[in-house]
């Protein structure tokens, strides 16, 4: 079983439509991060969330995290071909203790964004 | 400052072949993790560290060796490469282990086993 579930994993749709991706979880998780990787390359943060209900904006990218903190959405308004890519949510089991730190990713969700 | 480099890009290797993909950081990090990643799919945590003479499992470390010398270098050692270990293989490093410290990752080693 996946810790961190996303979905959709694959999202195709046209330059100027709205889209969300999730991340669950039966988890409870201090934080959450998104990335995005572009093909050919890494992952690249583009954001933490930290609080339960917390909102966060990046340009035309909303994250929020939930009440629970054991999921997170990702919305974004107004698509663009720019924005294709793989988009993944990761987090840290068992940061801030003791214990070593595991960066778990979710499995991704594949956007393409079509002009 | 180079960030994490990852060497080589590209390989093909025999089945039963053994190779070193290299990771080397400059940022001074010391928790440094290894993922492969299949065609359309997340990562997979293979083995991390945090930090020199460290190191510890992660899902899937079957297959894979790794040693931690020194804090910038995390080399990852396939013994006897097998089809099933065809992936692109990311290093990623962070310097602390809070739950919001930023993962930088390299631009990954792409390995095909024939």
């Known amino acids: 079983t996946q810790l961190l579930e996303q979905s959709p994993q694959f999202l195709s749709i046209q330059e100027g439509e709205n889209l969300t991706v999730y991340c669950n979880s039966s988890?409870?998780?201090?934080?959450l991060q998104w990335y995005r990787q572009e093909p050919g390359e890494g992952p690249v943060l583009l954001v933490t969330v930290v609080t339960g209900g917390e909102v966060k904006k990046l340009k035309r990218l909303t994250f929020q995290f939930g009440d629970a903190r054991k999921d997170s959405s990702l919305h974004i308004t107004a698509a663009q071909t720019g924005d294709t890519g793989l988009y993944l949510c990761?987090?840290?089991?068992?940061?801030?203790?003791?214990?070593?730190?595991?960066?778990?990713f979710g499995q991704g969700t594949i956007l393409t964004v079509h002009p | 400052n180079a960030g994490v480099t990852q060497t080589p890009k590209f390989r093909i290797l025999k089945i039963g072949q053994s190779m070193t993909l290299q990771c080397a950081q400059d940022m001074n990090h010391n928790y440094m993790y290894w993922y492969r990643q299949d065609p359309g799919m997340g990562l997979k945590l293979i083995y991390y560290s945090v930090g020199a003479g460290i190191t510890d499992k992660g899902e899937v470390p079957n297959g894979y060796n790794v040693s931690r010398s020194t804090t910038e270098d995390f080399p990852l050692r396939l013994e006897l490469a097998a089809p099933s270990q065809t992936s692109v293989y990311f290093c990623a490093s962070s310097y602390e282990n809070r739950a919001n410290t930023e993962a930088f990752f390299g631009q990954g080693t792409r390995l095909t086993v024939v």
């Open positions: 990761l987090v840290n089991l068992n940061a801030g203790g003791t214990s070593y730190g595991k960066l778990t």
């Open positions: 988890s409870v998780f201090s934080s």
